[in-house]
């Protein structure tokens, strides 16, 4: 079965401060990959996705992540993190080719951001 | 425009009650998804609707759990009866076509 592990469960970290959460997926085969995030009271967001092509995807806020195949990981990161950057962060999974449906999501990280 | 909105946005029943928990999708997305996420853990995969048709439900827990979505518009989904291990958010989510999902906020249900 397909699994996705997000290594923190908890972080904390100073603005300023570089970011980077952890995330291996369990799956032999094509994948979509995806990194969600949810602020205090809000919704899940799209924060950014790879489906195909560059390794090294750009998402929205300063966040970007890395596809590494041969390590089955998609790590996210962020140079320089922001009080606003304080939320909870899922990475997901999805290997049925073309679209999102059935999305496998690890654990969550929880990021707090101190100013 | 409107996001996906579902309602109640927290429900606190006993053990062996009804709760039906509604999702209104964003206007026009044929793909309305539940996903539920329980003490802190992952968010779980339900069932996947296209239209009013169910096309994947491997995630329903069981036969406690029915998900409707009659006309292909909005969707409740129904715990009846109601468990302690039912406790958790359940998440509803949309999209069209090829496009992302947008979920919604979320309905916390506590189970006593």
């Known amino acids: 079965a397909q699994s996705v592990s997000q290594h923190n469960h908890h972080v904390i970290l100073s603005e300023a401060a570089s970011l980077e959460l952890g995330c291996n997926y369990s799956?032999?085969?094509?994948?979509?990959l995806f990194w969600y995030v949810q602020y205090p009271g809000q919704h899940l967001q799209l924060l950014l996705k790879?489906?195909?092509?560059?390794?090294l995807v750009k998402g929205i806020k300063g966040f970007e992540a890395e596809f590494i195949k041969s390590k089955f990981s998609f790590n996210l990161r962020k140079p320089s993190v922001q009080w606003s950057d304080t939320a909870e962060y899922f990475c997901?999974?999805?290997?049925?080719?073309?679209?999102?449906?059935?999305?496998?999501f690890g654990a969550g990280t929880r990021l707090a951001v101190h100013p | 425009e409107a996001g996906v909105t579902q309602f109640p946005s927290h429900s606190v029943i006993e053990k062996g009650q009804t709760v039906t928990l509604r999702c209104d999708p964003i206007?026009?997305?044929?793909?309305l998804y539940w996903y539920r996420r329980v003490m802190g853990k992952e968010i779980k995969f339900l069932l996947h609707?296209?239209?009013?048709?169910?096309?994947?439900e491997s995630g329903m827990p069981n036969n406690r759990f029915l998900a409707e979505r009659t006309g292909g518009t909005y969707s409740t989904l129904k715990v009846q009866p109601a468990e302690l291990e039912d406790s958790g958010v359940y998440f509803c989510?949309?999209?069209?076509?090829?496009?992302?999902?947008?979920f919604g906020e979320g309905s916390r249900l506590t189970v006593l």
């Open positions: 790879y489906f195909s092509g560059d390794p």
């Open positions: 989510a949309s999209s069209q076509g090829p496009g992302p999902p947008f």
């Open positions: 206007s026009g997305h044929d793909n």
């Open positions: 609707f296209v239209k009013e048709s169910k096309q994947d």
């Open positions: 997901a999974v999805n290997a049925i080719s073309g679209g999102y449906n059935k999305l496998i």
């Open positions: 799956y032999g085969g094509t994948v979509n």
